[in-house]
């Protein structure tokens, strides 16, 4: 499985692009423009780093697309500890929004929701025993409140200056979405091969894009408010939503590394590229044969249409003679 290697790739631009991300925020918003690129560069540099690693992931699946194989959830502490960890935050999250001045019903009750289906999902990683099979339906509870979240991020940014503005918190939110999506399909046992390939590469888009976001927004929460002069930057309160948020978003990385890690490498040993059957070779063989005997007779028939014409023009003749 060349997508057990993704890993390689992730690391080296998380390591470019979310380090010149975070040195931006600490050197050019908040330390007098001393960085080497202008804050506008520095995103650049991060965009494009996260879609060259969008398409080497398209690339490595589309090369794994002809290998077969079944993976079931498998026991792993690590990827159970950090599952429950980013389950509690998340639930956390969705109560103290509960209990704020303007609680968002929606989302608040969709949040408590979707992080108690994530808490089972992370003890399916301790005992290695999917029950989600039996209610699938239910696996699709934590896409939809990552889709709530979504949609009110961007609700938020329809409020904000355009120069104040950096979107990558918001996209590193939809590649969660399709790592929960995919993560879903995982669970209820719906297309393994597909659902395995696609979570492994959008667990890796999130792991650069949530990583460095989260770890920046730490940095602001923890920074002077106001930025250097000249630089629209946005203002993060170190509120006990924001830190929850945050932390869980740390540790929804690390979930989504250790579940796709594990998942590729069990593909990767059972991984097979079928190969035509003997009743599928057999039965390509009949077809041939029956072709060539329809062409043979086609040209049997071609071959006795001149002769048959002729013998009726011999026939014409002599019936002409006997009338003279």
């Given amino acids: 499985m060349t997508l057990k290697k993704f890993w390689i790739p992730t690391l080296i631009l998380t390591l470019i692009g979310g380090g010149i991300k975070i040195c931006d925020t600490v050197f050019n918003v908040y330390g007098e423009n001393s960085f080497i690129f202008n804050s506008t560069v520095c995103n650049w540099i991060f965009g494009i780093s996260a879609l060259i690693l969008l398409l080497i992931g398209w ?8 290998k077969v194989f079944e993976v079931q959830p498998q026991k792993s502490i ?10 509690v935050a998340v639930i956390s999250s969705g109560i103290i929004s509960l209990l704020s001045d303007s609680p968002n019903l929606t989302q608040c009750i969709l949040a408590i929701i979707g992080g108690g289906v994530l ?15 039996k209610i699938p339906v239910v696996s699709l509870l934590v896409p939809i409140w990552c889709c709530s979240r979504f949609l009110g991020l961007f609700v938020d940014y329809t409020h904000k200056s ?7 918190d918001i996209v590193a939110v939809a590649a969660l979405l399709m790592f929960f999506f995919y993560q879903a399909m995982f669970f209820a046992g719906l297309n393994n091969t597909t659902a395995v390939r696609r979570l492994t590469v959008y667990a890796m888009v999130f792991i650069m894009l949530g990583l460095t976001v989260a770890v920046d927004l730490f940095i602001k929460m923890s920074m002077p408010s106001n930025a250097v002069t000249g630089i629209d930057s946005e203002v993060v ?17 690390l979930y989504a590394l250790f579940l796709s890690q594990l998942n590729i490498k069990t ?18 063989d ?20 001149p002769e048959k014409s002729t013998s009726d023009e011999t026939v014409h003749a002599e019936e002409e003679a006997k009338d003279k």
């Fill in 59 to 66: 690339i490595l699946g589309i090369i794994d697309m002809k």
């Fill in 78 to 87: 690590l990827c159970g500890m950090f599952g429950f960890i980013s389950s």
């Fill in 119 to 133: 808490l089972y999902e992370s003890c399916i990683s301790f005992t290695g025993h999917n029950g989600m099979t």
């Fill in 162 to 168: 355009v120069a104040a503005t950096e979107i990558f």
């Fill in 237 to 253: 309160m170190p509120t006990l939503s924001n830190i929850l948020t945050y932390a869980g978003d740390i540790t929804l990385c």
């Fill in 267 to 284: 593909a990767d040993k059972t991984a097979v590229i079928p190969e035509p059957s003997e009743k599928t070779e057999k039965q390509s």
């Fill in 286 to 305: 009949e077809e041939k044969t029956e072709v060539k005997t329809e062409e043979k007779a086609e040209e049997e028939i071609k071959e006795a249409e």
